[in-house]
């Protein structure tokens, strides 16, 4: 875990650790463990202003996690083609190296931000703000943030996000959740992605999925998707339509929601409603 390892440490939070930073050294001069926590502690502080600053706007913030490869990009570009139309919608996307993703994105004709982390394996809340800062938030309804392709750290960091949408693409193997708890308890929606490769892949049972979903105590909805025919989009394109309802419902009632976050089994108490005090509450009328 980053914790551990010491992976939480991105571009993004550096400053913290290094030189004169905040965390640079512990009162009695060791660090490691207490500098992590350190980190992990403005982390969440920062992913309350980033939260904050979302509902600021009344626009939805879902962070999309998966393995490499499952799928991330393609269903973004789906999405934006079927809802784009009606919809504002931007993304933010993660990734170690390379702007290819959100080319991808750009080129469907919506704002798109690359955050290249380098070597870390997750976004973190102040990667997210940098990001933000380059970000024109006006007349967005909807913003995607694409995480790393990794099953295990992007889990344990909250970015301000209201809600995590977790895929598990078919070719992946159904035992995907109960390999990756830690990841897959802190899911709002949990999409078996690539439903068309189901025929092809017979050992793949999206019930026995669900099953070990269940196991670790989620009531997250199972939907399957493809990019391959967007038909097969409609739950997920209800449960987005739904999200951005129920959240500007919120926030008319001034509260707020984040995310399920775990650390080694610990869940961190971010996902009970909160207040959202003092928001300047904007929604925005696409049709
Ligand atoms: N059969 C099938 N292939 C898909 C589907 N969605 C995506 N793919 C393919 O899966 C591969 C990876 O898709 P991406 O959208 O780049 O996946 P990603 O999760 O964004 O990848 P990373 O950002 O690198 O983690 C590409 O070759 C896609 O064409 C689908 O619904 N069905
Ligand atoms: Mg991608």
Request: charged letters at 20%; proline letters at 5%.
């Amino acid at each position: 875990m980053c914790e551990t390892y010491g992976c939480n440490i991105t571009p993004g939070n550096e400053h913290l650790v290094r030189g004169e930073g905040k965390h640079a050294k512990t009162a009695d001069g060791r660090a490691a463990v207490t500098v992590l926590q350190g980190l992990l502690s403005e982390n969440d502080h920062q992913a309350a202003r980033n939260r904050q600053h979302f509902d600021s706007r009344g626009l939805l913030a879902l962070n999309l996690m998966s393995a490499p490869g499952s799928g991330k990009t393609s269903l973004l570009e789906a999405t934006i083609e079927i809802l784009g139309q009606h919809f504002g919608i931007a993304v933010i996307e993660g990734a170690l190296e390379t702007e290819n993703d959100a080319e991808r994105i750009r080129a469907k004709g919506v704002q798109a931000i690359q955050i290249t982390t380098g070597s870390a394996c997750h976004l973190d809340a102040h990667l997210v703000h940098d990001a933000l800062q380059r970000l024109d938030l006006s007349g967005i309804d909807i913003l995607f943030i694409e995480n790393i392709g990794n099953l295990v750290c992007p889990a344990s960091f909250d970015l301000g996000q209201h809600r995590n949408v977790i895929l598990l693409s078919v070719p992946e193997g159904d035992d995907k959740p109960a390999k990756y708890p830690v990841m897959f308890r802190c899911a709002d929606l949990v999409l078996c992605a690539k439903a068309d490769l189901l025929p092809l892949m017979p050992e793949f049972q999206p019930d026995r999925a669900e099953r070990y979903l269940r196991d670790l105590a989620s009531a997250a909805p199972f939907e399957s998707v493809s990019t391959r025919a967007s038909s097969d989009l409609t739950p997920w394109l209800q449960w987005l339509q739904d999200e951005l309802h129920a959240q500007r419902a919120r926030l008319e009632l001034g509260r707020t929601i984040g995310p399920n976050i775990h650390n080694n089994g610990v869940r961190r108490q971010i996902a009970s409603e909160q207040g959202a005090p003092g928001q300047q509450h904007h929604v925005h009328s696409h049709g």
